[in-house]
């Protein structure tokens, strides 16, 4: 067999999988490596030894990585293991621990977080969002996330009303005090206890469940009136519709027509009753009143419940984007995207849907399940199990309840490893475990985004990864890496160029396995 010496002054490519070694036609083909491992590629197009590990403290059990910023001249290392909380400064000397934390170590790998100078918030779909604050160089808290107070005793959290109740309606009892509840279907479960509902916008906190249709609660804002009116005539009132009376504008939903003279009205509008004598409208009729008389609350669709409880589980993901706290991967509401009010991160209150206000927006494309991730990048991208999509914003059109929606990039779905945001764009795992992709802007106000795959060369080196960390370069060493933490232990380091030029992969392996990586610079 004939072999060929040939000269070859750069594997900016790095490693390119074996079946690519026939293409002559390729630029990679000239500027790669068939086997290329434990090195560290230059800008020049060389490469050197991969650096070697020092000690700097010694973790017990598995533990995930992350940095935390406080300011220029504060930072730590931090780190997730079974039920514990770690700090270390970057010398490796330890700031503190919380322990009894929620996760567990089966759990540790599902676990996202989102780190902000003024806390850290944990979350994972089987426990309340967790928050973290740093209170001393060496001390710090941790508490169940929890929501802003709002009027007459309010939670500020977020609701919603969930696919398989549709349809069933609650009656209370009474407006105020205890009061039962009854159900037209099965929906009370004993996890119940303690959490709110909704009737008319007005809350009550489930105290006890007697069974699958009946609960009793504890009033914590006065509820809407049902009322019993007399009329000239009930002729051509439905129940169903809205009626509204035509001096006080007391508006309601017409709930029975007990007789010719007679309506039962569920009051929707507020606590105002409507008065005597005046006018009553509906959309086919319009009669007089000559009484109003109080009756039991009537029956009624118009209810939700708070949407983060042990019952309907809890958000397994979260970001910050534009001053706002953003949750998503929520078991019941996989499809949710979940926005704080603006600098209020603790207020999921939607309001009167004002510029401000908090936003609750499901993903409305048939194929994706499951929405994952979102980043928050030029504009907020969101990543789901079948697609990646953006929301356009821009100066002159922020982001606001009256403006969110999700336009399509790609229909490429991302694993549950997290994106990432580099100098070219957002950086991600694709769905299927062997592959790292690319959203890039593109300038373009009508596609503003775009996806390349970045390692097509060598999807054998890209083994379902778990992390993905940045360096950025610093004055001894300008290249700069994503590294690739393999679910092997094993690390593929993304050698790029700016501008993404071109960039190369190698395979970095130890006696052992790297278990987690973050970057600190």
Not at 245 to 267: E, F, N, P, Q, W
Request: hydrophobic share 40%; with cysteine; proline share 5%.
């Amino acid at each position: 067999m004939v072999s060929f010496d040939v000269e070859q002054n750069t594997w900016e490519y790095g490693e390119i999988q074996e079946t690519l070694a026939l293409r002559h036609d390729l630029i990679a083909h000239k500027s790669g490596a068939v086997r290329l491992r434990n090195v560290r590629q230059l800008a020049g197009g060389g490469w050197t030894r991969r650096p070697g590990a020092s000690w700097r403290q010694t973790i017990d059990g598995f533990t995930r990585l992350d940095k935390y910023t406080l300011n220029s001249e504060t930072r730590y290392l931090v780190g997730f293991s079974a039920a514990t909380f770690e700090a270390f400064d970057i010398a490796g000397e330890a700031r503190g621990v919380l322990t009894s934390q929620p996760w567990t170590a089966t759990q540790l790998t599902e676990i996202n977080w989102s780190v902000s100078k003024d806390d850290i918030i944990v979350c994972h779909q089987s426990f309340m969002p967790w928050k973290i604050e740093n209170v001393t160089e060496s001390t710090w808290s941790g508490a169940s996330f929890a929501f802003a107070s709002g009027l007459d005793g309010q939670k500020k959290q977020p609701y919603y009303r969930f696919s398989e109740t549709k349809g069933i309606t609650l009656q209370p009892s009474a407006r105020t005090g205890p009061i039962n509840l009854v159900a037209s279907a099965d929906l009370f479960v004993a996890d119940h206890v303690g959490t709110r509902f909704r009737w008319l916008n007005r809350e009550v906190e489930i105290a006890t469940v007697v069974d699958a249709q009946n609960a009793t609660a504890s009033v914590i804002s006065r509820l809407n009136p049902s009322v019993r009116l007399t009329v000239t005539t009930s002729a051509n009132f439905l129940v169903g519709q809205q009626v509204e009376g035509l001096t006080t504008s007391v508006s309601g939903i017409c709930v029975a027509k007990t007789d010719g003279t007679h309506l039962d009205v569920l009051i929707t509008s507020g606590m105002d009753f409507f008065s005597t004598s005046e006018d009553l409208a509906g959309p086919d009729a319009k009669t007089t009143i000559s009484a109003v008389s109080e009756i039991t609350p009537a029956a009624s669709v118009v209810w939700d419940e708070q949407a983060f409880s042990e019952v309907r589980g809890y958000p397994g993901s979260v970001t910050r984007h534009r001053n706002r706290l953003i949750f998503t991967d929520h078991p019941s509401v996989p499809l949710g995207v979940l926005m704080s009010a603006i600098g209020a991160s603790d207020d999921f209150d939607l309001g009167y849907q004002n510029d401000s206000d908090a936003i609750f927006e499901t993903l409305g494309d048939s194929r994706s399940t499951r929405v994952r991730h979102c980043l928050s990048a030029e504009q907020l991208l969101v990543f789901a199990d079948n697609g990646v999509y953006y929301v356009p914003e821009s100066a002159d059109l922020p982001l606001t309840p009256a403006t969110v929606q999700f336009l399509t990039v790609a229909p490429t779905g991302i694993s549950a490893a997290k994106p990432l945001l580099s100098d070219q764009g957002a950086l991600f795992i694709d769905a299927g475990g062997n592959n790292v992709a690319v959203v890039s802007p593109t300038g373009d106000p009508r596609a503003s985004w775009e996806l390349a795959p970045l390692t097509a060369l060598a999807p054998h080196l890209i083994r379902t990864p778990t992390e993905i960390a940045l360096t950025t370069g610093n004055a001894a060493e300008n290249e700069r890496y994503a590294l690739i933490r393999n679910s092997d232990g094993t690390i593929a380091p993304m050698f790029y160029q700016p501008q993404g030029k071109s960039l190369g992969l190698n395979l970095w392996e130890t006696d052992g396995a790297w278990r987690s990586i973050t970057s600190i610079n």
